[in-house]
């Protein structure tokens, strides 16, 4: 309750303030005379709260408004900065290369005889084109439609020249430094005879290793026509950096079959073929020049010098 309340309502005798015995007359003057003490306190008092009061209000508004505006300088030079941010990541971005979510291979090449796995399916100058669309997925690999072309120019191993028409979809993965890969390949011949050319369907997986020697394994399977395995490894070494001025690319590769026959004469290893090639970039094209020497361990196979060049070019 108010001060002056309870000191004029207050029934609660006075004791030692040295007054008890006054008289009446006197102890009535004395206790007007203390209540208007009391009264002039009361109000000294609750006016000094308000002045107080008042001035604490200021004090807080203007910590309040010096915290408000240090705040507002904190986050526009947050906004600034993560501007800033955004502009450098930005021109970063404009700098750099970016994967294209499309890419479109084009190829051709001359070679002097066509060499598979070992086995000459044309001793003559051998025009093979080909043509690759390539899906990037991002993360998640990509996918690849292959359309390749074999077209005879001179001579023959068989008694009729053919033409060769493989197409093929495929889809690889890279994690670290492992990449799997795999190709379904439909092997179609036209003006062969079908008792030596039979249409084809192989399904070929491939690990690979980004990493000394470049090791790679691959598996395919040959399940329409001879329904036999084909095992593949090889190895490659660059010196220089591929399409620079001055590369040589050294590589082998050795084939092993089982459930060969009739389209090898036996199951286990079958051939070794060494090989060395390089990249020339002219403008927007690659050729890639090699030479290989294939040595076979099968009596389909052939002990044969051959090479030839191919042109590339990505759209």
């Known amino acids: 309750m108010p001060l002056e309340y309870q000191v004029f309502n207050s029934t609660r005798p006075i004791t030692g303030s040295g007054c008890a015995d006054l008289p009446l007359r006197n102890w009535s003057a004395f206790t007007i005379r203390r209540y208007r003490q009391y009264v002039v306190w009361g109000q000294g008092m609750r006016s000094l709260l308000i002045i107080l009061s008042v001035a604490a209000a200021e004090l807080v508004g203007i910590v309040g ?15 600034n900065s993560g501007s800033a ?3 450098s990541a930005t021109a970063g971005d404009s700098g750099e290369e970016t994967e294209d979510l499309f890419t479109l291979t084009t190829s051709v090449g001359i070679y002097s005889a066509y060499m598979f796995r070992s086995i000459n ?5 051998s025009i093979q084109p080909s043509i690759q669309g390539t899906f990037n997925l991002g993360s998640y690999g990509n996918v690849s439609l292959i359309h390749w072309m074999h077209f005879p120019s001179q001579g023959e191993q068989y008694a009729t020249k053919f033409i060769e028409m493989d197409e093929g979809i495929g889809y690889d993965f890279t994690w670290d430094a492992v990449t799997f890969s795999l190709v379904h390949y439909w092997y179609l011949y036209r003006n062969g005879t079908a008792n030596t050319f039979p249409g084809q369907r192989e399904v070929t997986a491939t690990i690979s290793w980004d990493t000394f020697l470049q090791p790679y394994v691959m598996l395919a399977n040959e399940y329409r026509a ?5 095992y593949e490894v090889g190895l ?12 040589l690319k050294l590589f082998t590769t050795s084939g092993f079959t089982s ?15 060494l090989g060395a090639s390089t990249e020339i970039a002219v403008g927007e094209l690659t050729f890639t020049p090699m030479l290989s020497y294939s040595n076979g361990n099968d009596g389909y196979t052939t002990d044969q010098w051959w090479g030839g060049v191919n042109v590339s070019l990505s759209l």
């Open 85 to 87: 941010e955004v502009e």
């Open 121 to 125: 399916l044309y001793d003559g100058l």
């Open 226 to 230: 001879y329904k036999c395995q084909y």
């Open 236 to 247: 490659s070494h660059t010196f220089g950096e591929e399409g620079s001025d001055l590369n």
């Open 259 to 273: 459930n060969a026959t009739p389209y090898w004469e036996g199951n286990g290893y079958v051939q070794t073929t």
């Open 65 to 79: 408004s010096g915290q408000a505006a240090a705040e507002e300088q904190e986050v526009g030079a947050l906004l």
